[in-house]
DNA sequence: ATGCAAATGCGAATTATTCCTATTTGGAGG
DNA sequence: CCTCCAAATAGGAATAATTCGCATTTGCAT
């Protein structure tokens, strides 16, 4: 089955050229229910015999979430980045925080607020963090 | 002048000794209007001739943290943390890209939103990340 | 004043990420 | 299809933020 498994259009749009890389990573991304590390696609395609290197894999993240094709998320309680495809809708995650699953949320809660904060504030609002987080049902600690 | 320049008792009902380093850094975070990163109170105590070592810094803000005295803001963009007296009201930043400045904002336009996600998802909500960003007036970019 | 658990200092180790440079490669143009 | 070159990659060294291990010091209960 050969499914969309190359982004030469996507990439050559934005004056990317089609990468063996790229095209993986964009897979991975794509590919995934959540959030992933530069280490986890590193990994991920090194078990699928794709030969790539670390700075290949942050350079690629760094390119895409330049070009608006990829989105950097950062989670509490951990000190490195997670990417995502940008979604064709602004969202958030709920975490939890024992088994690190990570659940889309429809929608987001803020943008009444961040336009009439945009208002009385003066600044020009490019975006916002937020991530919930707590433990799920099954990590829920007794008591 | 002899202000609060001591934390004693608020440290010693956690159990945790009074130091000079912990009183220092406690004295630093209160009088600062906005969070501060563990190099900038490192600097500032080496300024101030108070002998601290970095991994001190480190430790004692993890303390602090851990007993809910102090906590951990981590901005976009930027891949170190902040840290910040824990203030009676629980509140977020609004952040200048350019410069870092950083109001803070009153309240937290969320506590619906999450006693009613906490409900529908079934995870039990310990918390929540949320940092607003942008230019601030002055730096705004021209067009 | 004494003793000991707790806290600190210092440097080495780890982790995440960025940078440098030589080599490879996609794809435009002949 | 060839050729060519700017763009992309590999590999490893460098940097930045943070954590760890262990020897020494210090707060404070007695």
Redesign the pocket.
Known sequence: MPVKDNY?DL??FR????????NAILEELESSVRPL???DLFLNLKEKNI??????V???L??LVKNGIAQQTSLPQ????FYELKQKEHHHHLICIKCEKMLHLDGCPLNDYVKQLEKQSGFSIEGHTLEIYGYCDKCKPED
């Open positions: 030469k990439l050559n004056n990317l050229k089609s990468t063996k890389q790229r590390t530069a280490e030969s790539i290197s670390m700075s290949t942050y350079r690629v760094d390119t951990t000190n490195k980045a």
